[in-house]
């Protein structure tokens, strides 16, 4: 069965600090994989998405970056962080192909000092 | 571009009774699905039903089923004999080549 990992599950990190979190997925190959953000009772904004090795679409413009340098292997970088930057990160996967349901990661929450 | 949105932003509901959660959307696309998904307080996002736009049945997944209205773009997530353990933000999502949009939840409570 398809795992997805995601971590760390809590971090706090001052302003101008940098960031990476990963995502990894197993049990699929080639997995639409992405990047989403909720604020405090908010919805789900959608950051990044990937069809493959490589390939990054950017939904908004932003401080963030991502980057796919394995199938299964999804990162959300910054350089320097803001405080607006602080939320709740999920990473999500999906079978390629159709309109497939997206299988979420448990998130990580990111604060922001 | 779609837009989804949910017009409750809280609903309560008894233990074992039924409870309707409202979603409309907004598309261009011809082929799309819909999906409700929920996230207790754990944070977690669970795919609880999922939609064909081109089906005109509705979906059902135990005691969770859907109205769906296409022309009038609505899709409504029906709770049945409602549990404590259904307590959790519900979100609406419509998505067309593995995008999703979601709506911005509806925050069900589920009281003895």
């Known amino acids: 069965s398809q795992t997805i990992h995601q971590w760390p599950a809590t971090l706090v990190q001052p302003v101008g600090s940098p960031l990476s979190l990963e995502c990894t997925v197993e049990?699929?190959?080639?997995?639409?994989l992405y990047w989403y953000r909720q604020a405090a009772g908010r919805g789900l904004q959608l950051l990044f998405y990937?069809?493959?090795?490589?390939?990054i679409s950017s939904e908004v413009p932003q401080n963030l970056s991502a980057s796919r340098p394995q199938d299964r292997q999804f990162i959300l970088s910054s350089k320097k962080l803001l405080l607006s930057d602080s939320g709740f990160y999920l990473c999500?996967?999906?079978?390629?192909?159709?309109?497939?349901?997206?299988?979420f990661g448990d998130g990580t929450r990111l604060s922001i000092l | 571009a779609q837009t989804v949105t949910q017009s409750q932003p809280e609903m309560s509901v008894q233990e074992a009774e039924t409870v309707t959660l409202s979603c409309t959307y907004d598309?261009?696309?011809?082929?799309?699905?819909l999906f409700w998904y929920k996230q207790p307080p754990s944070r977690q996002m669970i795919l609880v039903i999922r939609?064909?736009?081109?089906?005109?049945q509705n979906a059902t997944e135990n005691r969770f089923s859907v109205n769906f209205q296409k022309a009038a773009k609505s899709f409504s997530l029906k709770i049945s004999d409602s549990q404590l353990g259904d307590t959790a933000m519900y979100f609406c999502?419509?998505?067309?080549?593995?995008?999703?949009?979601f709506g911005t939840g509806t925050r069900l409570q589920v009281t003895l």
């Open positions: 999502a419509t998505g067309t080549a593995s995008k999703l949009t």
């Open positions: 999500a996967w999906s079978v390629v192909g159709g309109n497939q349901p997206q299988h």
């Open positions: 049990g699929t190959s080639n997995p639409n």
């Open positions: 939609q064909e736009a081109y089906k005109q």
């Open positions: 598309t261009s696309e011809n082929n799309y699905y």
């Open positions: 990937s069809v493959g090795i490589g390939q």
